[in-house]
């Protein structure tokens, strides 16, 4: 069974860089499929925000292409976000997420929020 | 990007009766190998969002019979047959067939 789990600062100053990491057990993220992050928050609701093929091609939405960074690291089986000149906005909470392609979220972890302030 | 768009957004039920929520496209999902990328998600408190249809009408491995998928082009729709205590959660679709894969506000379902 697949298991993905986010760990990572609660809290990040603003214009800091907001890291997080997804652990995955159950299965080698090498293997297959993309591997992604979704933020939630009440003013934007679920937004996808990017992934990377475990192939290492990497894709993000264009509000956030500036600014974020995914990558993987194969020998540990984890993934990480990186989002550069946080601001209050970003203050939301991080899911990684597995899909399938086309979007097929099949598998996400809990969920870690993420608060902007100084 | 696509405009997903549920309805209603909170769901007052009581248990042991239906409950039906719509998702509305604001473009077709048929993709062009004729496949609709649209599916449905629970969230919990404290669990992982977790799948429970996909491509419209397949249900995942696991979730309750009691919940069916249907719709096509622009018009979706999850029905819970009869609604038990432990479906309280707000329900999100999610299209993926255009880039990038959007979704909806969400559909709390509470207890009356």
């Known amino acids: 069974q697949v298991q993905l789990q986010e760990s990572g600062p609660g809290l990040v100053k603003p214009s800091e860089t907001l890291s997080l990491t997804c652990a995955v057990s159950?299965?080698?993220?090498?293997?297959?499929?993309?591997w992604g992050w979704v933020r939630q928050s009440p003013e934007k609701g679920l937004e996808w925000m990017g992934s990377i093929h475990h192939g290492g091609s990497t894709y993000y939405i264009p509000s956030l292409k500036s600014r974020l960074t995914i990558s993987m690291d194969t020998s540990k089986n984890q993934y990480s976000l990186k989002l550069s000149s946080v601001t209050a906005a970003d203050t939301a909470t991080y899911y990684c997420a597995r899909d399938q392609g086309y979007f097929d979220i099949d598998n996400w972890g809990q969920g870690t929020l993420v608060t902007v302030s100084s | 990007d696509v405009v997903m768009t549920q309805s209603p957004l909170s769901l007052p039920v009581t248990l042991g009766q239906p409950a039906s929520i719509s998702c509305r496209s604001s473009q077709s999902l048929v993709s062009s190998d004729g496949t609709t990328y649209l599916n449905w998600y629970q969230f919990r408190p404290g669990q992982s969002p977790r799948r429970l249809i996909y491509k419209v009408s397949n249900r995942d491995s696991g979730v309750p019979d009691r919940f069916s998928g249907s719709g096509s082009g622009t018009d979706f729709t999850l029905k819970i047959s009869r609604v038990e205590a432990e479906d309280v959660g707000v329900y999100h679709c999610m299209q993926g067939t255009h880039w990038p894969g959007t979704f909806g506000q969400g559909t709390k379902v509470e207890v009356k």
């Open positions: 159950g299965y080698s993220i090498s293997s297959g499929y993309y």
